[in-house]
């Protein structure tokens, strides 16, 4: 039996609010309790990762990538179930994306449960592509550290922002990357979001984007 009683989700370390309900809802989650008293592990609720592609129309095949798909999942796009899909494995879903409008979450259900939203798991009907930041690297630095930041929906003419500083050297690279130096802060021993704006889309904060900043 494991006696230490200690488990950190080592990804939701920095004094954030969004790391602290994270860390809280790893704590609390059946899989920890269970490793923590070495008990077996119990099967996992599916869990959607990305989509390939984020946009199109109704009729396009996209792949569906996470953990915990099995033969009896089913895929919703949105609130539209998904009548035609092919279980690859458990972690590969190919999907025809069914009838519907905006930009929704792509989901996931089996026995097990219902696979939670995600930002990397948006589709948007007829496009552009959802804006989203899914990393950035380093994840830490000083004023002028040249951050590359991944994800999706990126643009020529995009503009980044360190919590509420524009960065004043951006290079787009390509739709899923783009670079940008930290800007400075008022205090620059703090962790902030990064986010990127393509025309009146800005992308979502999570633990994902998180940059920590280690001075000047």
Known sequence: MNTSYTSLA????????????????????????????????????????????????????????GTGFSKDSMVDFGHFACPTRN????????????????????????TLGTSPAVAMG??????????????????????????????????????????DKASDSVKFVSTGQITATAPGQLDDHQTVNITVTVGKATSPTSPADEFTYTGR
């Open 122 to 163: 948006q589709f948007a009907y007829g496009g552009p592509a959802p804006v989203v930041v899914s990393a950035v690297s380093p994840t830490s630095g000083k004023v002028g550290t040249l951050v590359t930041i991944s994800g999706s929906g990126f643009a020529n003419g995009a503009t980044v922002h360190f919590k």
């Open 87 to 110: 279980i690859d494995s458990d972690s590969r879903i190919t999907a025809k994306v069914p009838n519907g409008t905006g930009v929704v979450h792509v989901r996931v259900t089996n």
């Open 10 to 65: 080592k990804n939701l370390v920095n004094k954030t609010t969004q790391d602290f309900l994270g860390q809280v809802a790893f704590q609390h989650a059946n899989s920890t309790y269970l490793d923590l008293v070495g008990a077996p592990a119990v099967p996992s609720a599916p869990v959607v990762t990305d989509v390939t592609p984020t946009f199109g129309e109704p009729g396009a095949t996209v792949t569906i990538n």
